[in-house]
């Protein structure tokens, strides 16, 4: 079993910067993908960022590119989300999500909220 925990969600004015982090734990896996998902109201979750442990980054939403960057601490088991110049639209709640060993079985943090006021 893998445990996540988010942390840094907040209200921040549009505009404004938020942090993000997750941290695994558990015993006895290897990471292969940490990602961060959020889920806006009205829609479904949708991917925002994923990263590989080494290093390699995809951006899933062409809006967040140029203002999310996301980040992975293999020795700590962390991976950050730092978002810029956020927007009222970024509201939502923002999962934390790993795919761990070679079955690549996927774990979800309880999520974090993210409130940006215009």
């Known amino acids: 079993q893998v445990q996540l925990v988010e942390s840094g969600g907040g209200l921040v004015q549009a505009g404004g910067s938020l942090r993000l982090s997750c941290a695994a734990s558990g015993s006895d896996f290897s990471i292969n993908v940490m990602a961060w998902y959020r889920q806006t109201p009205g829609k479904q979750r949708e991917l925002v960022a994923g990263?590989?442990?080494?290093?390699?980054?995809?951006y899933g939403n062409s809006d967040v590119k140029g203002r999310f960057t996301i980040s992975i601490d293999n020795a700590k088991k962390m991976v950050y989300l730092q978002m810029n110049s956020l927007k009222p639209e970024d509201t939502g709640v923002y999962y934390c999500?790993?795919?761990?060993?070679?079955?690549?079985?996927?774990?979800w943090g309880q999520g974090t909220q993210v409130t940006v006021s215009s």
């Open positions: 999500n790993t795919v761990v060993g070679s079955e690549w079985y996927s774990y």
């Open positions: 990263i590989t442990t080494g290093g390699a980054a995809n």
